[in-house]
């Protein structure tokens, strides 16, 4: 199993960037796929989530600039974000858990994003 994130970057604030997250090995439609970032000095956490049925989640603090998708014929998620923030800078990874077995759980390698004021 591979998750290979790309699409990380450097962005002034205001702008827009998409990560993408290429899925080898399971496929999304029957896991529910994540997207976590961590920041300097601080915890991983969770910022959007898209289940295998199709539906999402959201971490407060990106509501409503954020969007999770996907494209099922490329097995590949992408996290939109826009009005993007200093406060986003972080490493994003991807994440996949199946919906079957718990113990599965995948991690990718993480794609930077860098946003200037």
């Known amino acids: 199993v591979q998750l290979q994130a790309s699409g990380g970057g450097l962005v002034q604030a205001g702008g827009s960037l998409r990560v993408s997250c290429l899925a080898s090995?399971?496929?999304?439609?029957?896991?529910?796929m994540g997207w976590y970032r961590q920041a300097p000095g601080k915890q991983r956490e969770l910022v959007a989530t898209?289940?295998?049925?199709?539906?999402?989640n959201y971490a407060a603090a990106v509501k409503g600039r954020f969007t999770i998708s996907r494209d099922i014929a490329k097995n590949t998620v992408y996290l939109q974000m826009n009005s993007l923030k200093p406060e986003d800078t972080a490493v994003y990874y991807c994440?996949?858990?199946?919906?079957?077995?718990?113990?599965?759980?995948?991690w990718g390698q993480g794609t930077l994003v860098t946003v200037s004021s």
């Open positions: 994440n996949a858990q199946s919906m079957l077995v718990s113990s599965r759980n995948f």
């Open positions: 090995g399971i496929s999304v439609v029957t896991y529910d």
């Open positions: 898209l289940t295998g049925g199709g539906n999402t």
